[in-house]
Each structure stands twice: as structure tokens, then as C-alpha cells.
T-cell receptor, first 109, second 115 residues
Framework: QKEVEQNSGPLSVPEGAIASLNCTYS??????FFWYRQYSGKSPELIMF????GDKEDGRFTAQLNKASQYVSLLIRDSQPSDSATYLC?????????FGTGTSLTVIP | GAGVSQSPSNKVTEKGKDVELRCDPI?????LYWYRQSLGQGLEFLIY????????KSGLPSDRFSAERTGGSVSTLTIQRTQQEDSAVYLC?????????????FGPGTRLTVL
């Protein structure tokens, strides 16, 4: 079983809608959780991290963590075409970071 | 520098040759990670350096892969006797410390193609 699982998509949403990206993890020892955005041909860039249960908001982005259910999600409000990218979920266990395979998001103008 | 830098940006080599990939982390970052990303795949952890501690090599796929970090800064990933399955983008990341709440900053990557 992979440490981190994501639906590969593709996920398509119309411009202005809410995009919801989900991630589950297997190790209850996971300490911190990260969402990265990766444009095609580019390296990952951090969007948000979260380590406490609940919601964390940053502009149009909200990360949600539920440790009991072992999932973390990312909501993107008022989606823009520039949000079209692959979104990688990562969890931190000790010294290592485990990444999911990413969810491809397309925002349709 | 302002960010993590990697060189070369692209490397094409023939099967069986050795290659060296370089990573220059953000100044002051003590932790350095190497990953590889194959087409359509997630990031695969390779090796981790933290300060002067022994590196965590648990992700290296074979003994053809090795890495070193000189002076706690620049790191070199070496792949000996390259194989076609080594073709991937090799990403380096650095972070300030090992706390799970800290974050990694990625370099632009080296795209390796083994013919």
C-alpha cells in the first residue's frame, strides 16, 4: 500500500467554481502535510502545509486535515485558469517526505 | 542564492556511461533531499542529508546510485553505468531544518535521458 494516495484525475472545473482535491495517507505517524502545485515541466512549489486537525485558510486556498480518517484535502475557491496544474500531496514522517502521484486539475475558462 | 539551483538542466547520455548531477541548496539550509520523478509519477525519495549527520540512503534504488554533500552545502548525485530506466527528472530540495512543519524548496530539476 502506498503511503500517500491521490486520485490522478483529471479533474475539470469551470472558472469561478470550487475545486476539491483529496489525499489519503496510510501511516498514522505522519506529522505534517503539504500541498504542492506543479506546472507542466516545472518543479513543485509549496501552496500550503498543515499539521493540526481542522481547516487552514490562505487566500483562495483551504487545507483540511482529518487525522482520525487519515485524509487531507485542498479546496481552491474561485478557480482560475492559472490554477490548472498537477497538485501533489505530501506527508512528513520523521526525516522523510512521501509524495502522492498528483491530481491533474484543469480550470475551464 | 535566491533559490535552489541544479545543473545541468538537461543531460543526455548513452547507456553504460556515468553521470553527475549537481545541487546547490539555499544558503543556510541544512537539510537537502534528492528525488526523482518519472513521467506521470510522483516524487520518489532517493537520499537525505542533514548537517554533518550520516545521510539517509534508504531510497537509493541500487548501488549504482551515490551522493555526497561537501561542506554541508553543494551536493552531487552520481549514477554509474546508467540504464534506460534511470531516465527521469532528478529534483533536489532543501529546507532549513528537519522539523515536520518546515517546508522544502525545490530546484528546477535535471532532466536525464539515457539512450
Amino acid at each position: 500500500q502506498k503511503e500517500v494516495e491521490q486520485n490522478s484525475g483529471p479533474l475539470s472545473v469551470p472558472e469561478g467554481a470550487i475545486a476539491s482535491l483529496n489525499c489519503t495517507y496510510s501511516d498514522r505517524g505522519s506529522q505534517s502535510f503539504f500541498w504542492y502545485r506543479q506546472y507542466s515541466g516545472k518543479s513543485p512549489e509549496l501552496i500550503m502545509f498543515i499539521y493540526s486537525n481542522g481547516d487552514k485558510e490562505d487566500g483562495r486556498f483551504t487545507a483540511q486535515l482529518n487525522k482520525a480518517s487519515q485524509y487531507v484535502s485542498l479546496l481552491i475557491r474561485d478557480s482560475q485558469p492559472s490554477d490548472s496544474a498537477t497538485y501533489l500531496c505530501a506527508v512528513n514522517i520523521g526525516n522523510q517526505f512521501y509524495f502522492g502521484t498528483g491530481t491533474s486539475l484543469t480550470v475551464i475558462p | 542564492g535566491a533559490g535552489v539551483s541544479q545543473s545541468p538542466s538537461n543531460k543526455v547520455t548513452e547507456k553504460g556511461k556515468d553521470v553527475e548531477l549537481r545541487c546547490d541548496p539555499i544558503s543556510g539550509h541544512t537539510a537537502l533531499y534528492w528525488y526523482r520523478q518519472s513521467l506521470g509519477q510522483g516524487l520518489e525519495f532517493l537520499i537525505y542529508f542533514q548537517g554533518n549527520s550520516a545521510p539517509d540512503k534508504s531510497g537509493l534504488p541500487s548501488d549504482r546510485f551515490s551522493a555526497e554533500r561537501t561542506g554541508g552545502s553543494v551536493s552531487t548525485l552520481t549514477i554509474q553505468r546508467t540504464q534506460q530506466e534511470d531516465s527521469a527528472v532528478y529534483l533536489c530540495a532543501s529546507s532549513r531544518w528537519t522539523s515536520g512543519a518546515d517546508t522544502q524548496y525545490f530546484g528546477p530539476g535535471t532532466r536525464l535521458t539515457v539512450l
